[in-house]
């Protein structure tokens, strides 16, 4: 009973939720890259289920709130301001925080991560450019506050499979 008590909060219901779907988008990437199961790497996997967990959860849940009280109202308007503003802010910070910490959780050097988020940043973000706008602008206008951080989770399963694809084969802005 105490879990299902905890998963009322908005908060622990998002941890539960990217506990699951990172991982399982990660593995997913894998899979489409044409690994079979006996070559999945599962550590690689707890990993993103680490970040998504304790990392993006808790800032995607205090960004919904930040928003939430700058911006009340709940209107087509209002989540158009919402969503490009989280593209000029949130989006850029999401970006960087995954590629410079998971290269960090794979053994990376600092020098390293940077040189990995400089080379594949500016794919991430302009793709996030085209993605998180449309999902932002619904969430905002039209699913309640307390759905808001599962409504995203939901729609960052597909992002997921997209970053760890950035993330493992190398995709950058090379010409």
Not at 30 to 40: F, K
Not at 84 to 95: D, L, N, W
């Amino acid at each position: 009973m105490l879990f299902f008590k905890v998963l009322k909060h908005p908060l622990a219901r998002g941890m539960v939720t990217y506990s699951v779907l990172w991982p399982t988008a990660n593995l997913v990437q894998q899979s489409l890259d044409g690994r079979s199961y006996d070559a999945l790497d599962f550590v690689q996997s707890l990993r993103y289920g680490l970040y998504g967990t304790f990392y993006v959860a808790p800032t995607i849940y205090g960004w919904v709130k930040i928003t939430s009280i700058m911006w009340p109202k709940i209107n087509l308007r209002t989540a158009m301001i919402k969503a490009i503003i989280e593209q000029a802010t949130y989006g850029p910070f999401a970006g960087i925080s995954f590629l410079y910490i998971m290269s960090l959780t794979e053994g990376k050097t600092a020098v390293e991560a940077v040189k990995e988020v400089k080379l594949k940043f500016p794919t991430t973000y302009t793709v996030g450019l085209a993605f998180w706008p449309f999902i932002q602008t619904i969430n905002f206008a039209c699913i309640p506050e307390r759905n808001r951080v599962l409504f995203v989770a939901t729609c960052s399963f597909v992002w997921t499979v997209f970053l760890a694809s950035i993330k493992n084969n190398c995709i950058s802005n090379q010409n």
